[in-house]
Each structure stands twice: as structure tokens, then as C-alpha cells.
């Protein structure tokens, strides 16, 4: 991700000079550098681009169709341009790129690529009559990341490392989900530049710079970028700030708050210590949570959420994602954790806030980890019954391709927007929550229940004791999904 730092400054630079604020700017020329087929990866620098060699490729104007789970009816995540198909040229900068993205895709190997959006409580049954019934209709899946187990344990997707010319060394593909999804040897699943849902599924931390200026906060952006940035610093801060507005005595949604988040903060807790449910393992998937470092953590997390003083979960109180945010936007959170997402709504609010990734939780953490929400988060698999794999190897790769060098820059433009723009260290920080992603499959396939409803329903249990006695239940889980991937041919 991070080429795309300065070249997004210039972009949102452009966007201000121009004359009715909405200007577009082109990238600047970086140059090229030939891989030959698109099979091996050569060393380039950071300014020359990497081509794929398909010159040669000519599929007949065939279909390419493309299923993707549909984040408004399953999140309400609106005002956000399809990451995956639009129809035609509108203007807004980011769709237009992934409408130019297609057409030169399409251009190039010969091909009418075509998408329908299905609600995920549909989109497993929807592939699984496909595939049983021997039909080749969709070419590529994109699902919600809690719904990857569906697809592999009902033998529904293929392997992609046994999918042929789909070279997964390239920059465009995230190298940290490939090793952390990988599950004895099989890949069914990853993430790639592709999509930009996943990477709003992101696990952030919002701070409002009105409240941090009143309270002497300090420099947020330099704390996290000299490594000092840690849960402990946060909460340190957090306790500062936290006010009985009312002043009738009992801290709720009518008070201010330090640091307001809901119940994905247990595994953020846990991925931001660099701590999973389970551990990838060559012999396949080692549940975790009962080791030392994790049981700390959770105590250090449950702790933290029983202080109502310090830490506000708007689950607790049954407010809406909408009721949560509006506190912020009211001066009543200095910091917010909650997906990229987030940012959509907090760009109409009149104080100016920040992004910087959720806390390291000791500072001798060699670097930053940062959640990703696997309800929101999406995913890319390939149906076991494929027409031409040759074809989907190469609009994949081609797909990525553009996206990583046309797409991904005007996308950085809209987490950043007006209200970031002047911001120049926001956009380092998205380098760093991207490049730092945590996958968990322990948390994807919520083995034996641990996280919902085992960890959310656990306030003021012993921790130690609450991991021992669902262990059997959750191992047993882990051995049938793991059988479920030995049923796979090699």
C-alpha cells in the first residue's frame, strides 16, 4: 500500500485546486517494467509498474460473471461506489475507476465481465445449487469472510493454489491473508486489491481532535509512528476525558467517553496483541485462546468493558451503529473504534478527527495489528465447476492488476475526503492499518461458538475457567472442518 502515499497527496492536492473542488487528476506516469506471461514476478522499483504480458490472450468475448455478497442489504454501508462493477462512467471518481478497470480488462483479454449482488443469507445456497447441478454460471465469488467455512465445508470452491497461471506473488495480492488463511497446504480464500470493502472492514481508531486539543492529548500521528501508541497509553488518556455530563450520578448514552466501541472489541484486543483464536499450523489449526498471553489479554479486555466509566458499548445500552457514531459527531467520544467504514459517516461532522490504527498492546510489539471485521470483510473464491480456468487465472490477475495501480488511489480520495485532505500524516496511517491486516480462522469459522456467543456472553466469568470448558466443544469443530479440507482431492 504504500506507493499509494504521495501519489494520493498530489490527487487530493489536485482536488482542492480545482476550480469546483471535484477536478479529476491522472496519476503520475510511473513508468513499466515487462513480467512476461504473468506467471513470474521480476524486482521492480518502487516508481515502475508492474505489466502482465497478455498479448496473446484472446477468450472470444466470452462472459465473465461475478456474484458478490451485497454490503447494503446485509451492513446498510451506503453511498459507497461498487468495488466490483459499475455500469457506466458517473463522474464520481472511484466508481469511474472501476469502471475503466473493467473496460480495460475486458479490452485486453476479450471478454464482457458482468456482476450481480447477492444478500449473504442467499449467496451460499445460490453457488451450492450451481455447483451441484454441474453449471459454470459464475466465474468468481466474493462473500462476506464469516461465510468462507459455508463454501469450503460444503466443497463448494477449489484450492486456488491448484489453479493454474494465478500467480499469487503479486503485490496486489494481500500476502498476509494468503499466509494466515492458508489451512494444511489449501488455500481456499483470499484478499486482493480487487475489492475495497475489506479494506473498510478494517478495525480503525477514530479520535476526535476537538476533544484531544481540550484535553492535551498530544501528538496521536507521532505516538504511532515512534511505536509508542499502546493500549496502556490509550487508556491512560481515555481516563481523562470521560464526563457525568448529566451529573446524575451513573455513567450511560447521555455521558462523554474516552472510548466507545461495541463487542468486536475482543478480537480486536486480541488481533491488536498480534494474538489469534487459532494458529496456522503444517499439520492444519491449533485452537489458542487457552495460553497465558491470550487469557491476559481477554482479562485485560473484559476488565476494561466492566469500567463503564472508561469505555462505552453501545451494545450494552442497544444503540444503533448510527445512535454510537452520533456521539462522536456530538464531542462526546475522543476515540472511536469501529470498520474504515465509519469514516463515511464522520465526514459531516463539524469537529475535525483523525484515523489512526487501534493500539499496539505493549510496546515492544515489533509492529502494528489491525482486525479485520470478517462479517463486512470480503473475500474472493473461485466455484469448483469453472468453465476455462485458464480464463479466470488471467481476469483475476489482470483484475488486481489495474486495481492495485488504477482503483486503489482514488479509494485512499474517498477514506480521505475534504475533511482529511490537508491531513498529510492520515494517509500514512492508512499505510499502516492496510499493510498490517490480522486474519484469524478461528474467529471466520467461530469454532464451537467462542466468539458469539461464547466470549460476548462471557462478562464477569473467569476467563481461564471459560476457555477449558468449551475447549472440547471448540476442538471438535476445528477436527471437522479440517476434515471437511482433507475431503478435497490433492
Aim: aromatic share 8%; proline share 3%.
Amino acid at each position: 500500500m504504500k506507493k499509494h502515499t504521495w501519489i494520493s497527496i498530489l490527487l487530493l492536492t489536485a482536488l482542492l485546486c480545482a476550480s469546483c473542488g471535484e477536478g479529476a487528476a491522472d496519476p503520475a506516469d510511473t513508468g513499466t517494467a515487462a513480467v512476461g506471461t504473468g506467471t513470474e514476478t521480476e524486482a521492480v522499483t518502487e516508481d515502475e509498474r508492474i505489466v502482465l504480458d497478455m498479448t496473446d490472450r484472446d477468450y472470444g468475448g466470452d462472459i465473465f460473471h461475478i456474484v458478490n455478497y451485497d454490503n447494503v442489504t446485509d451492513n446498510q454501508w451506503v453511498g459507497i461506489p461498487d468495488d466490483i462493477f459499475c455500469e457506466e462512467e458517473t463522474g464520481d471518481l472511484l466508481g469511474d475507476a472501476v469502471y475503466q478497470r473493467n473496460r480495460t480488462v475486458e479490452e485486453t483479454l476479450n471478454i464482457k465481465i458482468t456482476s450481480e449482488k447477492i444478500a449473504s443469507v442467499d449467496l451460499v445456497n445460490t453457488i451450492r445449487k450451481s455447483v451441484m447441478a454441474g453449471n459454470t454460471d459464475y466465474d468468481a465469488v466474493f462473500p462476506s469472510m464469516i461465510h468462507l467455512p459455508d463454501f469450503i465445508n460444503g466443497g463448494l470452491v477449489i484450492d486456488l493454489n491448484t489453479l493454474d497461471g494465478l500467480d499469487l506473488s503479486y503485490p496486489w495480492w494481500d500476502q498476509n491473508a494468503i499466509e494466515l488463511l492458508t489451512v494444511s497446504d489449501r488455500l481456499f480464500s483470499v484478499v486482493s486489491d480487487i475489492t475495497f470493502i475489506d479494506k473498510l472492514a478494517c478495525m480503525t481508531t477514530f479520535f476526535n481532535k476537538e476533544m484531544a486539543k481540550q484535553n492535551d492529548v498530544g501528538d496521536l500521528y507521532a505516538m504511532v509512528e515512534e511505536g509508542k501508541w499502546t493500549f496502556d497509553a490509550m487508556m491512560t488518556l481515555s481516563q481523562g476525558v470521560s464526563r457525568d455530563v448529566n451529573g446524575d450520578g451513573v455513567y450511560d448514552k447521555e455521558d462523554s467517553y474516552g472510548h466507545s466501541s461495541q463487542n468486536d472489541i475482543i478480537y480486536v484486543m486480541l488481533h491488536s496483541a498480534g494474538v489469534r483464536i487459532c494458529e496456522n499450523t503444517a499439520d492444519g489449526v491449533v485452537f489458542s485462546l487457552g495460553e497465558e498471553k491470550a487469557i491476559d489479554i481477554l482479562e485485560k479486555t473484559f476488565e476494561m468493558m466492566a469500567d463503564k466509566q472508561l469505555f462505552f458499548n453501545r451494545q450494552a445500552f442497544n444503540l444503533t451503529v448510527a445512535e454510537g457514531i452520533n456521539m462522536m459527531i456530538d464531542n462526546r467520544t475522543l476515540f472511536l473504534t469501529r470498520p474504515m467504514q465509519t469514516v463515511m459517516v464522520l465526514r459531516d461532522m463539524k469537529a475535525d478527527f483523525g484515523i489512526i490504527p487501534y493500539p499496539k498492546y505493549s510496546e515492544d510489539q515489533e509492529s502494528y495489528s489491525i482486525a479485520v471485521n470478517p462479517y463486512a470483510a470480503t473475500t474472493m473464491v473461485v466455484p469448483n465447476v469453472i468453465e476455462d480456468p485458464a480464463k479466470t487465472a488471467d481476469v483475476l490477475q489482470l483484475l488486481a492488476c489495474e486495481s492495485y495501480y488504477e482503483v486503489i488511489d482514488p479509494f485512499y480520495n474517498l477514506v480521505l475526503d475534504t475533511k482529511l485532505v490537508r491531513d498529510e500524516q492520515a494517509s500514512k496511517m492508512l499505510d499502516i492499518i492496510f499493510d498490517s491486516r490480522m486474519y484469524d480462522i478461528g474467529m471466520i469459522c467461530n469454532f464451537g461458538g467462542i466468539f458469539n456467543p461464547t466470549l460476548i456472553s462471557s462478562a464477569g466469568k473467569p476467563v481461564a475457567s471459560l476457555i477449558e470448558s468449551n475447549e472440547a466443544k471448540i476442538v471438535k469443530d476445528i477436527e471437522k472442518f479440517l476434515e471437511s479440507i482433507s475431503d478435497y482431492e490433492e
